[in-house]
Protein backbone atom coordinates (compact mmCIF):
# COMPACT_ATOMS: atom_id res chain seq x y z
CA UNK A 1 0.00 0.00 0.00
CA UNK A 2 1.34 3.68 -0.88
CA UNK A 3 2.67 5.53 2.08
CA UNK A 4 0.27 8.59 2.44
CA UNK A 5 3.62 10.70 4.35
CA UNK A 6 6.76 11.91 3.54
CA UNK A 7 9.67 9.97 4.10
CA UNK A 8 10.87 12.81 6.26
CA UNK A 9 9.63 16.17 7.12
CA UNK A 10 11.03 19.26 8.44
CA UNK A 11 9.60 22.76 10.03
CA UNK A 12 11.80 25.52 10.46
CA UNK A 13 10.47 28.50 11.91
CA UNK A 14 11.73 31.80 9.98
CA UNK A 15 14.76 33.80 11.00
CA UNK A 16 14.38 36.35 13.41
CA UNK A 17 12.34 39.15 12.01
CA UNK A 18 12.60 43.32 12.19
CA UNK A 19 8.77 42.52 13.57
CA UNK A 20 10.88 39.97 16.34
CA UNK A 21 13.01 42.87 17.33
CA UNK A 22 9.89 45.62 17.26
CA UNK A 23 7.92 43.27 19.95
CA UNK A 24 10.40 42.52 22.13
CA UNK A 25 11.49 46.02 22.70
CA UNK A 26 7.52 47.08 22.90
CA UNK A 27 7.04 44.38 25.53
CA UNK A 28 10.45 45.10 27.56
CA UNK A 29 9.02 48.79 28.05
CA UNK A 30 5.47 47.62 28.61
CA UNK A 31 4.24 49.61 25.12
CA UNK A 32 0.18 49.31 24.49
CA UNK A 33 1.82 48.89 20.65
CA UNK A 34 4.53 47.54 18.30
CA UNK A 35 6.17 50.04 16.34
CA UNK A 36 6.91 48.48 12.86
CA UNK A 37 5.61 50.26 9.41
CA UNK A 38 5.27 47.31 7.24
CA UNK A 39 2.44 45.07 7.00
CA UNK A 40 2.71 42.03 8.90
CA UNK A 41 3.18 39.81 5.73
CA UNK A 42 5.99 42.05 4.41
CA UNK A 43 8.26 42.35 7.22
CA UNK A 44 11.43 41.15 6.55
CA UNK A 45 14.60 39.46 8.55
CA UNK A 46 16.88 41.04 10.63
CA UNK A 47 20.68 41.12 9.67
CA UNK A 48 20.67 38.33 12.79
CA UNK A 49 17.88 36.54 11.04
CA UNK A 50 19.67 36.54 7.91
CA UNK A 51 23.25 34.81 9.42
CA UNK A 52 20.58 32.39 11.42
CA UNK A 53 18.45 31.48 7.96
CA UNK A 54 22.32 30.95 6.08
CA UNK A 55 23.52 28.81 9.48
CA UNK A 56 20.50 26.39 9.02
CA UNK A 57 21.38 26.68 5.33
CA UNK A 58 24.81 25.13 5.64
CA UNK A 59 23.64 22.57 8.47
CA UNK A 60 21.16 20.94 5.61
CA UNK A 61 24.30 21.37 3.53
CA UNK A 62 25.90 19.35 5.14
CA UNK A 63 23.50 16.58 5.46
CA UNK A 64 24.84 14.19 2.21
CA UNK A 65 22.39 15.09 -1.16
CA UNK A 66 20.32 11.74 -0.82
CA UNK A 67 19.27 12.73 2.24
CA UNK A 68 18.37 16.76 2.26
CA UNK A 69 14.93 17.90 1.32
CA UNK A 70 13.92 18.23 -2.33
CA UNK A 71 10.54 19.61 -1.88
CA UNK A 72 10.53 23.22 -0.08
CA UNK A 73 7.22 24.51 1.19
CA UNK A 74 7.20 28.58 2.82
CA UNK A 75 4.67 31.00 4.12
CA UNK A 76 3.87 33.87 1.44
CA UNK A 77 5.07 36.18 4.08
CA UNK A 78 8.07 37.87 3.44
CA UNK A 79 10.69 36.51 6.42
CA UNK A 80 9.58 32.73 5.75
CA UNK A 81 10.53 33.49 2.06
CA UNK A 82 13.52 34.78 2.87
CA UNK A 83 14.70 32.03 5.15
CA UNK A 84 13.79 29.33 2.70
CA UNK A 85 15.47 31.45 0.18
CA UNK A 86 18.71 31.76 2.03
CA UNK A 87 18.59 27.94 2.97
CA UNK A 88 18.17 26.90 -0.44
CA UNK A 89 21.16 29.27 -1.69
CA UNK A 90 23.31 27.84 1.02
CA UNK A 91 22.86 24.45 -0.45
CA UNK A 92 20.85 23.05 2.08
CA UNK A 93 18.32 21.33 -0.50
CA UNK A 94 18.70 18.13 -3.36
CA UNK A 95 20.48 19.59 -6.05
CA UNK A 96 17.66 19.19 -8.62
CA UNK A 97 15.62 20.66 -5.69
CA UNK A 98 12.88 23.11 -7.33
CA UNK A 99 12.45 26.62 -5.90
CA UNK A 100 10.24 27.05 -2.73
CA UNK A 101 6.65 26.77 -3.52
CA UNK A 102 4.48 29.67 -1.58
CA UNK A 103 1.74 28.08 0.37
CA UNK A 104 -0.73 30.76 1.97
CA UNK A 105 -2.42 28.20 4.28
CA UNK A 106 1.26 28.26 5.97
CA UNK A 107 0.62 31.87 6.85
CA UNK A 108 1.07 33.24 9.82
CA UNK A 109 -2.17 33.44 12.44
CA UNK A 110 -4.40 36.34 12.08
CA UNK A 111 -5.02 38.56 15.05
CA UNK A 112 -7.39 41.09 13.30
CA UNK A 113 -8.23 44.18 15.52
CA UNK A 114 -5.24 43.12 17.91
CA UNK A 115 -2.56 43.26 15.37
CA UNK A 116 0.51 45.10 16.29
CA UNK A 117 -0.66 45.09 19.95
CA UNK A 118 0.95 44.08 22.76
CA UNK A 119 -0.97 42.03 25.78
CA UNK A 120 -0.71 45.60 27.58
CA UNK A 121 -2.29 46.99 24.69
CA UNK A 122 -4.93 44.38 24.36
CA UNK A 123 -5.74 45.03 28.17
CA UNK A 124 -5.87 48.73 27.91
CA UNK A 125 -7.83 48.74 24.15
CA UNK A 126 -10.15 46.01 24.02
CA UNK A 127 -10.48 44.80 27.42
CA UNK A 128 -13.44 43.02 26.34
CA UNK A 129 -11.14 40.67 23.99
CA UNK A 130 -8.65 40.36 27.21
CA UNK A 131 -11.67 38.71 29.41
CA UNK A 132 -13.10 36.64 26.57
CA UNK A 133 -9.37 35.37 25.74
CA UNK A 134 -9.33 34.25 29.45
CA UNK A 135 -12.16 32.77 29.32
CA UNK A 136 -12.49 30.89 26.37
CA UNK A 137 -8.24 30.22 26.05
CA UNK A 138 -5.87 30.81 23.22
CA UNK A 139 -7.48 27.55 21.14
CA UNK A 140 -10.09 28.98 20.78
CA UNK A 141 -10.51 32.72 20.97
CA UNK A 142 -10.62 34.20 17.85
CA UNK A 143 -10.72 38.10 17.90
CA UNK A 144 -12.29 39.93 15.43
CA UNK A 145 -11.54 39.90 11.86
CA UNK A 146 -8.68 37.15 13.17
CA UNK A 147 -8.33 33.56 13.71
CA UNK A 148 -7.87 31.36 16.54
CA UNK A 149 -5.57 28.68 16.78
CA UNK A 150 -8.41 26.20 15.65
CA UNK A 151 -8.83 28.17 12.72
CA UNK A 152 -5.01 27.87 11.36
CA UNK A 153 -5.62 24.16 12.02
CA UNK A 154 -8.20 23.88 9.83
CA UNK A 155 -6.05 25.16 6.54
CA UNK A 156 -3.48 23.44 7.80
CA UNK A 157 -5.27 20.00 7.48
CA UNK A 158 -5.88 20.69 3.88
CA UNK A 159 -2.06 21.49 3.64
CA UNK A 160 -0.67 18.25 5.29
CA UNK A 161 -3.57 16.28 2.57
CA UNK A 162 -2.17 18.15 -0.34
CA UNK A 163 1.54 17.14 1.03
CA UNK A 164 0.00 13.65 1.24
CA UNK A 165 -1.38 13.65 -2.41
CA UNK A 166 1.67 15.65 -3.70
CA UNK A 167 4.39 14.89 -1.86
CA UNK A 168 4.39 11.55 -0.77
CA UNK A 169 7.25 9.89 0.29
CA UNK A 170 9.50 12.61 -0.58
CA UNK A 171 11.61 14.48 1.89
CA UNK A 172 9.91 18.30 2.75
CA UNK A 173 11.15 20.98 4.64
CA UNK A 174 8.66 23.43 5.65
CA UNK A 175 9.58 27.21 6.40
CA UNK A 176 6.92 28.90 8.77
CA UNK A 177 6.35 30.55 11.63
CA UNK A 178 5.63 29.68 15.84
CA UNK A 179 2.15 28.68 15.50
CA UNK A 180 2.43 26.75 12.37
CA UNK A 181 5.03 24.84 14.13
CA UNK A 182 2.97 24.11 17.33
CA UNK A 183 -0.33 23.68 15.16
CA UNK A 184 1.26 21.01 13.14
CA UNK A 185 2.49 19.13 16.10
CA UNK A 186 -0.70 19.59 17.24
CA UNK A 187 -2.08 17.76 13.88
CA UNK A 188 0.84 14.54 13.25
CA UNK A 189 1.03 13.76 17.18
CA UNK A 190 -2.56 13.91 16.88
CA UNK A 191 -2.71 15.87 20.54
CA UNK A 192 -4.95 17.48 22.92
CA UNK A 193 -5.94 21.17 23.50
CA UNK A 194 -4.40 20.88 26.67
CA UNK A 195 -0.98 18.55 25.18
CA UNK A 196 -0.20 21.50 22.72
CA UNK A 197 -0.85 24.33 25.15
CA UNK A 198 1.89 22.67 27.64
CA UNK A 199 4.27 22.71 25.10
CA UNK A 200 3.31 26.22 24.01
CA UNK A 201 3.89 27.47 27.30
CA UNK A 202 7.31 25.34 28.13
CA UNK A 203 8.60 27.91 25.67
CA UNK A 204 8.93 29.58 22.12
CA UNK A 205 10.19 28.13 18.80
CA UNK A 206 13.75 29.29 18.26
CA UNK A 207 14.15 31.47 15.37
CA UNK A 208 15.29 29.15 12.70
CA UNK A 209 15.10 26.06 14.58
CA UNK A 210 14.38 23.18 13.15
CA UNK A 211 11.86 20.03 13.99
CA UNK A 212 11.98 16.97 12.19
CA UNK A 213 9.77 13.67 11.49
CA UNK A 214 10.80 10.87 9.85
CA UNK A 215 8.04 8.43 8.70
CA UNK A 216 7.89 5.10 10.57
CA UNK A 217 6.63 2.63 7.66
CA UNK A 218 5.78 -0.05 10.38
CA UNK A 219 2.72 2.17 11.73
CA UNK A 220 -1.28 2.22 10.90
CA UNK A 221 -1.50 1.00 7.55
CA UNK A 222 0.01 4.11 5.50
CA UNK A 223 2.98 4.64 8.59
CA UNK A 224 2.97 7.49 10.29
CA UNK A 225 5.50 10.73 11.06
CA UNK A 226 7.82 10.15 14.38
CA UNK A 227 9.43 12.96 16.05
CA UNK A 228 12.71 12.99 15.63
CA UNK A 229 13.89 16.64 17.06
CA UNK A 230 11.49 19.49 18.15
CA UNK A 231 12.80 22.90 18.73
CA UNK A 232 16.44 22.05 17.96
CA UNK A 233 18.77 24.90 17.97
CA UNK A 234 21.87 23.52 17.90
CA UNK A 235 22.52 24.00 13.63
CA UNK A 236 22.39 27.74 14.16
CA UNK A 237 24.50 27.53 17.85
CA UNK A 238 27.28 25.84 16.14
CA UNK A 239 27.72 27.73 13.38
CA UNK A 240 28.43 30.83 15.73
CA UNK A 241 24.77 32.61 15.09
CA UNK A 242 22.90 34.11 17.90
CA UNK A 243 19.86 32.03 18.83
CA UNK A 244 16.72 34.12 19.43
CA UNK A 245 13.03 33.09 20.53
CA UNK A 246 11.43 36.29 20.57
CA UNK A 247 7.76 36.66 20.14
CA UNK A 248 6.33 37.45 16.49
CA UNK A 249 5.09 40.75 15.96
CA UNK A 250 1.28 39.92 15.53
CA UNK A 251 1.46 38.26 19.07
CA UNK A 252 -0.63 39.86 21.63
CA UNK A 253 -3.21 37.06 21.83
CA UNK A 254 -0.69 33.91 21.74
Known amino acids: MRQRWPSRLWIVRHGQSAGNVAADAAHSANAARIDIAERDVDVPLSTQGG ?3 DAVGRWFAGLPA ?58 ALHPEQAAMRRRLGKFYHRPPSGESWCDVILRLRSALDTIALHHAERRVLIVAHQVVVLCLRYLIEDMTEAEILAIDAAGDVANCSVTEYALDPRAARTGALALERYNVVAPIADAGAAVTSEPDANVAAR
Open 66 to 123: GTRPDIVLTSPYLRARQTAGRIHAAGGVAPDAPPPTIDERLRERELGILDRLTRTGVE
Open 51 to 53: RQA
